[in-house]
Nanobody, 124 residues
Framework: QVQLVESGGGLVQAGGSLRLSCVASGRTFSNYAMGWFRQAPGKERRFVAAINGNGGLTYYADFVQGRFTISRDNSKNAVYLQMNSLKPEDTAVYYC?????????????????WGQGTQVTVSS
């Protein structure tokens, strides 16, 4: 089992920044690709960003290209999402996910582990 705990959400004005963190426990962290997803009220959960086990490969949804950056620190069992130039449409619950398969994260298919989510609200 892998436990994932997100933090760093909150209320920010449009144009501002937030940094989300997700700390994992339970298994060898570097064996897992990690991802961030988000779910706005009344909408399906969407892929945001992914990073492979050693941090050398990243992948982003088109709507966050150039604004969000995913990174990881395997010595701290942590993955981060730096969010800049936030927009009101970025408002959502953000979830951290882990899977041994990077493709599963990218495609949001049969992902093994999920965190409980952290709320991000961007005011206009």
């Amino acid at each position: 089992q892998v436990q994932l705990v997100e933090s760093g959400g909150g209320l920010v004005q449009a144009g501002g920044s937030l940094r989300l963190s997700c700390v994992a426990s339970g298994r060898t962290f570097s064996n897992y690709a990690m991802g961030w997803f988000r779910q706005a009220p009344g909408k399906e959960r969407r892929f945001v960003a992914a990073i492979n086990g050693n941090g050398g490969l990243t992948y982003y949804a088109d709507f966050v290209q150039g604004r969000f950056t995913i990174s990881r620190d395997n010595s701290k069992n942590a993955v981060y999402l730096q969010m800049n130039s936030l927009k009101p449409e970025d408002t959502a619950v953000y979830y951290c996910a882990a899977d041994t398969n990077f493709s599963s994260i990218k495609k949001n298919t049969r992902i093994d582990y999920w965190g409980q989510g952290t709320q991000v609200t961007v005011s206009s």
